[in-house]
C-alpha cells in the first residue's frame, strides 16, 4: 500500500480556482478568483473537486439572511457544500481515504463524534458541527481540505456530476423521506419541487414506490419533473388553484405527505393535505430568518391527525444511502454543467429562482 501511495504523487498547485463572495449582504456578487491551496492536516485529505454544486441555500448564505453570523465572521469567502472530486493528499494519520481515491464534500464538513446526537444519526445537529461554505471554504473552491473521518467515499459507476449534487440536495431529501415514514404508494407533493432538492425528492420518492407530484411552473421544470418520476405536474401559474388540482389528482382525498423544500411554499403547504388523515408535512427549504410562520388551526391537526416536522440535511449515512440509489441508477443527471468561469452567471441565474434541477460547476472547463 505505501508504493502505491508513494507513486501516485499529484502535482498540488499554489494556487487554484475558487467563486468568491464580494460584497456580502443583500446585493453580494460571486467572483472567479485565484486563492492559495490549503494544506492539510494530520486527520485530513485534500480534495481536488471536479465539480460543485450550486444550491440556494449558498444564496441565503452570501446574502446574510439566515439568522447566522456571517460567512466573514469565519473568515470565509467562498460558500458551496456539495462537491466531488478525488484526495490529493492524505495526512498522516488517514486510514480511510488514500490518493486517487473519490471523495464528496457535504453541507457539514464534521462533527464531535461523540456526542448523543452523533451516535444516534443525528449527527447533523451537533453543536460542534462545522458548516462548509460558511464556518469553513466551502465547495466553491476548487482545493478543499476535509477531516477525512466526515468525507464521503463515492463509489465506482457514479459519475462526478451526479455525485456532487447528492452530497446536499439528494441526501438531505432522502432523509426527509425517511423521516416522513410514509409508505410507498403514498401521494407526495413538491411545491417549488422543480429545484434541485425537489427533483432528487421527485426521483427518491419514485424509487421508494411513492407517487411524487410536483407543483412549479415553467416548460422547463415541468419536463425535468415529469422526465425524472413525477406522475403529475401542476403549474400554479396556469391552474387557479392548485392545492384543488393535487387533492384531485391524489384521489380526491389529498397528499400523504408535503414536502417543502422551497421557502416560499410553506405559505400553502398545509392546503395540499385536503381531508387526507395523517398527513407529513415536511419542512426542509430554509426561508430567511423570521420571515415565514407556518401553521394552521389546531382543529386540522387533531381532526386530521397532521404532523408538521423538520429535517436538516443528510448525515453520512443518508449520503451513503442516497450514493447508493444512484449507483444502482435510480438518480440521474437532474443539472446543467457550467464552466468555472461562468460560475457567478449559475448563480445570479439561481437567485433569479431560474434553475430547473440544479446547475453544477465543472472546475476543469474553464471556457
Ligand atoms: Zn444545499
Ligand atoms: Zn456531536
Redesign the pocket.
Known amino acids: 500500500m505505501g508504493s502505491i501511495t508513494e507513486t501516485r504523487q499529484f502535482d498540488i498547485p499554489k494556487l487554484c480556482k475558487a467563486g468568491v463572495v464580494v460584497n456580502e449582504g443583500p446585493d453580494f456578487q460571486v467572483e472567479v478568483q485565484m486563492v492559495p491551496v490549503p494544506e492539510p492536516g494530520p486527520d485530513d485529505i485534500l480534495v481536488r473537486l471536479k465539480f460543485t454544486g450550486l444550491c440556494s441555500s449558498d444564496i441565503h448564505l452570501m446574502q446574510g439572511d439566515l439568522g447566522m453570523p456571517p460567512m466573514s465572521t469565519f473568515g470565509v469567502r467562498s460558500p458551496g457544500h456539495e462537491g466531488a472530486g478525488i484526495v490529493v493528499k492524505v495526512g498522516a494519520n488517514v486510514k480511510n481515504f488514500k490518493l486517487g481515491d473519490r471523495a464528496g464534500v457535504k453541507p457539514i464538513v464534521d462533527?464531535?463524534?461523540?456526542?448523543s446526537?452523533?451516535l444516534v444519526d443525528k449527527?447533523t445537529y451537533?453543536k460542534?458541527a462545522i458548516h462548509s461554505g460558511l464556518m469553513t471554504a466551502g465547495t466553491y473552491q476548487q482545493y478543499l481540505v476535509s477531516p477525512a473521518r466526515y468525507a464521503s467515499p463515492i463509489p465506482d459507476g457514479i459519475p462526478d456530476e451526479v455525485a456532487a449534487p447528492i452530497m446536499c440536495s439528494a441526501s438531505t431529501i432522502y432523509r426527509s423521506l425517511v423521516e416522513s415514514n410514509l409508505r410507498a404508494g403514498s401521494w407526495v407533493v413538491f411545491p417549488g419541487g422543480g429545484g434541485g432538492v425537489g427533483i432528487q425528492g421527485v426521483q427518491l420518492a419514485k424509487a421508494m414506490g411513492m407517487r411524487p407530484i410536483v407543483v412549479d411552473t415553467g416548460a422547463s421544470k415541468r419536463e425535468l419533473s415529469l422526465k425524472m418520476g413525477a406522475e403529475a405536474f401542476v403549474d400554479f401559474v396556469e391552474t387557479d388553484d392548485s392545492a384543488k388540482a393535487v387533492i384531485e389528482i391524489a384521489d380526491g382525498v389529498g397528499a400523504h405527505g408535503v414536502f417543502v423544500t422551497a421557502p416560499a411554499a410553506y405559505k400553502t403547504a398545509v392546503s395540499f393535505i385536503g381531508n387526507r388523515v395523517g398527513s407529513m408535512i415536511m419542512c426542509i427549504g430554509l426561508p430567511p430568518a423570521g420571515t415565514m410562520i407556518l401553521g394552521t388551526d389546531p382543529c386540522e391537526f387533531i381532526f386530521k391527525n397532521l404532523t408538521i416536522k423538520g429535517t436538516l440535511v443528510g448525515s453520512r449515512s443518508d449520503t451513503a444511502a442516497a450514493l447508493d440509489y444512484a449507483k444502482r441508477g435510480m438518480l440521474h443527471q437532474i443539472c446543467e454543467v457550467y464552466p468555472i468561469n461562468r460560475l457567478p452567471e449559475g448563480v445570479e441565474k439561481l437567485r433569479k429562482g431560474q434553475v430547473a434541477g440544479r446547475i453544477v460547476v465543472n472546475f476543469d472547463w474553464e471556457e
Open positions: 462533527t464531535c463524534g461523540t456526542c446526537l452523533c449527527e451537533c460542534a
